[in-house]
């Protein structure tokens, strides 16, 4: 976003400011409205990069619904960031505005509709562009949607175009898996069209690569127990060797204070010099790493004092105090990162194989040993990185509820904090029609202090507490719209 882009768009774009400074080299300055607007191939441009900004603005709250509701954080105090963590949910809180989201369908939704348009109005714009450019715009109405559906279950399902980013979608919800479907052909067409990287390393890191498609199908499936297709849809990430490696284990941290490393696959772009910057600092900021967090990595791990390099001074420094996003140098002097630009990651390669070990573990067909044992040595890869023991007593022929365990306990050591935990829970126990929902609640309670567990159970013992209530705003706005069933 080295440019600044300042434009008025009625259809979904209004006052794109700051823009992306991925792509595009020339600057409209002019004000353009209606049906004027999608004449060349800059507007088209110029549609995309609010596309990105809308993402930016909606981080913050990914960053909330994912992580603060889950097992490996606390909170410092209790204030509207925090109160997920009591499994308090109230209509009235902020946390359950969805508005964020919606911005950005609206903003995808003019792309999708408006862009093939340019085709009969510049010549210089090729199929191939509009293509590409719809595509983009399929994912990141995909992402939005998934992050809806995770967290409210069904939601009104909005494909055209607004008229303004403030328009009213006064219409009803619909089935989370109409909108599952839905993004699932989305990211099929998607996939068929967007670049597997473009000319700027920084390009194939923060704009939408086919990689990001793959990595956000395999996420779906997996929510969806469509094991098989997930294990597939992660592979085709890891075949990409090209382009996604590993961090080393010394330079863990720099995934994070130095932005778009070698195994980052797709990440939400943002630079203080040029006005971008995001809520990530403070909200992390109200939080510890909890005891269950810690111990991951001072208990079987830390044996002779060796926790491995993701641990102490990286994922949280002395007095447990949240450090990964907010750490801009580590060791004897920390220093907290001077800006508010961290870059918001959607995926990175451990997540990637950490969701093909899981979709492994799940097939359990005739293979299921074999497949098993390829679950472990994922996970004995991102351990071996991490510089703590691997599970070499362990073949394909444990148990798959002790490797998902080993699973989940990775993903806590190498995503914690980053907007994953509380779905990565809620998929656990929602699998095969909410057979196990031990696997929320009894790694939730066991994170709280002893005195809050029976409070908290209580609040999470209804599968339907797992998701948000619809904010009263939307529900005051919206005649069409119905509470949740657990707030009603």
Do not use: H
Request: proline residues 4%.
């Amino acid at each position: 976003m080295k440019k600044i882009i300042k434009m008025l768009v009625v259809f979904g774009l209004a006052a794109v400011s700051g823009g992306c400074k991925k792509y595009l080299d020339q600057t409209p300055e002019n004000s353009i409205t209606g049906n004027n607007f999608f004449k060349t191939k800059a507007d088209a441009q110029a549609s995309v990069i609010a596309c990105y900004d809308a993402l930016q603005a909606a981080t913050t709250q990914f960053l909330n619904w994912g992580e603060f509701r889950g097992d490996l954080l606390n909170p410092l105090s209790n204030s509207d960031v925090t109160y997920p963590f009591y499994q308090y949910m109230d209509k009235t809180r902020p946390v359950s505005n969805w508005a964020v989201a919606y911005t950005l369908i609206g903003r995808t939704n003019t792309v999708i509709q408006s862009v093939p348009g340019v085709l009969n109005a510049d010549s210089k714009f090729t199929l191939a562009d509009s293509r590409a450019m719809v595509a983009e715009a399929l994912f990141l109405r995909s992402l939005a949607y998934f992050y809806l559906v995770r967290t409210f279950q069904d939601v009104p399902l909005v494909l055209t175009a607004p008229t303004s980013d403030a328009v009213n979608y006064f219409i009803p919800k619909s089935p989370s898996d109409s909108i599952l479907n839905k993004i699932q052909m989305d990211l099929d067409t998607a996939a068929l069209y967007i670049p597997v990287r473009y000319d700027k390393d920084i390009d194939t890191r923060g704009r939408v690569t086919k990689a990001a498609v793959n990595a956000l199908q395999a996420e779906v499936y997996l929510w969806r127990d469509k094991y098989k297709p997930a294990a597939d849809a992660a592979q085709k990430v890891l075949d990409n060797t090209a382009l996604y490696s590993l961090v080393s284990g010394a330079n863990w941290i720099s995934i994070f204070n130095q932005k778009n490393t070698t195994e980052s696959v797709f990440e939400v772009e943002y630079d203080y010099t040029l006005n971008e910057t995001n809520g990530l600092l403070g909200a992390i900021g109200n939080f510890n790493a909890n005891d269950v967090l810690v111990s991951y990595f001072t208990g079987d791990e830390g044996q002779n004092n060796a926790q491995g390099i993701r641990g102490l001074n990286k994922t949280y420094i002395s007095g447990n105090s949240y450090w990964k996003w907010r750490g801009f140098s580590t060791g004897t002097t920390n220093v907290v990162r001077p800006t508010n630009d961290p870059n918001f990651i959607v995926y990175r390669l451990p997540d990637v194989m950490l969701m093909k070990a899981e979709a492994l573990v799940n097939i359990q067909d005739a293979d299921s040993v074999n497949e098993k044992q390829q679950a472990l040595d994922i996970i004995n890869v991102i351990r071996t990185r991490g510089q703590v023991p691997i599970y070499d007593n362990l073949d394909g022929n444990a148990p798959a509820s002790l490797i998902m365990d080993l699973i989940m306990k990775e993903r806590a050591m190498e995503l914690a904090g980053e907007g994953k935990r509380w779905y990565d829970l809620v998929r656990g126990a929602k699998r095969n029609n909410f057979a196990n929902p031990g696997f929320l609640i009894d790694r939730v309670v066991q994170s709280r202090s002893v005195g809050d567990r029976a409070l908290i159970k209580s609040r999470i013992i209804d599968p339907r507490s797992w998701y948000m209530p619809i904010f009263l705003d939307e529900l005051n706005k919206n005649p069409k719209l119905v509470q949740n069933p657990y707030y009603n």
